[in-house]
């Protein structure tokens, strides 16, 4: 069993910036990468960014591309989300998920972590 635990959310301002973490634990599993996504109220939930550790390639939403960037490391199963120039609309829990089984597929989800941009 894989838990995923996020941290690092809370209140910033429009125009802020906020970094949220995420760190993975529990029986011993391979990695092929992890994500972040993310739910506004009464939406669905969306995909923000991920990362593949074999060539550590990055993946954006249109809608944070620019704004956001994913990191992570491998070995310490942990994986960044920076967000500057934080927006209104960025307002939302923001989920953690990570691929164990292959590299297609995220079979493991963390709690979520709220991120509140104010005007």
């Known amino acids: 069993q894989v838990q995923l635990v996020e941290s690092g959310g809370g209140l910033v301002q429009a125009g802020g910036s906020l970094r949220v973490s995420c760190a993975a634990s529990?029986?011993?599993?391979?990695?092929?990468?992890m994500g972040w996504f993310r739910q506004a109220p009464g939406k669905e939930r969306e995909f923000v960014a991920s990362?593949?550790?074999?060539?550590?390639?990055?993946y954006y939403a249109d809608s944070v591309k620019g704004r956001f960037t994913i990191s992570g490391d491998r070995a310490k199963k942990t994986v960044y989300l920076q967000m500057n120039s934080l927006k209104l609309e960025d307002t939302a829990v923001y989920y953690c998920?990570?691929?164990?089984?292959?590299?297609?597929?995220?079979?493991?989800w963390g709690q979520g972590t709220q991120v509140t941009v104010s005007s």
């Open positions: 998920a990570i691929k164990t089984s292959s590299p297609s597929e995220y079979d493991a």
């Open positions: 529990g029986r011993t599993f391979r990695s092929y990468g």
């Open positions: 990362i593949t550790w074999s060539d550590r390639s990055t």
